[in-house]
Structures are given as C-alpha cells and as structure tokens.
C-alpha cells in the first residue's frame, strides 16, 4: 500500500501562485506515477496533470497547460503540483494518486490523498 499526505492548500487571490505537495510513504520502492486531480462542488473529479515516475513526462488538462507544474523528487517521496496566474475557476479540493503508469483517468488510480482546498478569490 501507499500512503499519500497533500498540503499547501489554501486561499489565494486571482493571478496569484500555490505549490502543493504530495507526500507518498509506504510501499514507495515501486515505481509509480502520480497524478493530481481536482473536484469543485457539484462537479465530478477531473485530471489536471501527472507525472512519470522518472520525471520525464508530464501531461496536463488543456485548463491548465502553461499555468501548472507537475513535478517530483524521489528521494524525498514527493511530487509537487506549482499553480502559477490561479484563476477563481481553479478552486476545489486538489488530490494526488498513484498508478503503475501515467495516465488521466481517474478510476484507473489506486492510491488517493485526502485532498487539500484551494479556494482562488477573484
């Protein structure tokens, strides 16, 4: 099992920037790949980016490219998602996730956070 913390959620005003963290512990000597997705009130779950577990490839949600970056340090068991020019739209609760390999589907995940807030104030 993998066990997965976020945090640096909060409350932004509209252009400002964000770096949530994703912490993995457990079973994390397998490679993985992460994913972060976001779910707002009322909406259902969407992908926003992931990552390999290399590093070397990123995908990202057309709502996101250019603003957002996934990325990681092994290491520390730990993938990054930077929010940069934060739009109101972007509010919800952000996950990250964990599969075997990348991927944008969200049922295809194994492992989930908790979830963090992000609230974008316009």
């Known amino acids: 099992q993998v066990q997965l913390v976020e945090s640096g959620g909060g409350l932004v005003q509209a252009g400002g920037a964000l770096r949530l963290s994703c912490a993995a512990s457990g079973r994390t000597f397998i490679p993985y790949a992460m994913g972060w997705f976001r779910q707002a009130p009322g909406k259902e779950r969407e992908f926003v980016g992931a990552?390999?577990?290399?590093?070397?490839?990123?995908y990202y949600a057309d709502a996101v490219k250019g603003r957002f970056t996934v990325s990681r340090d092994n290491d520390e068991n730990t993938v990054y998602l930077q929010m940069n020019s934060l739009k109101p739209e972007d509010t919800a609760v952000y996950y990250c996730?964990?599969?075997?390999?990348?991927?944008?589907?969200?049922?295809?995940?194994?492992?989930w956070g908790q979830g963090t807030q992000v609230t974008v104030s316009s």
């Open positions: 990552i390999t577990w290399s590093g070397g490839m990123t």
């Open positions: 996730a964990v599969r075997k390999t990348i991927g944008i589907r969200a049922k295809n995940y194994d492992y």
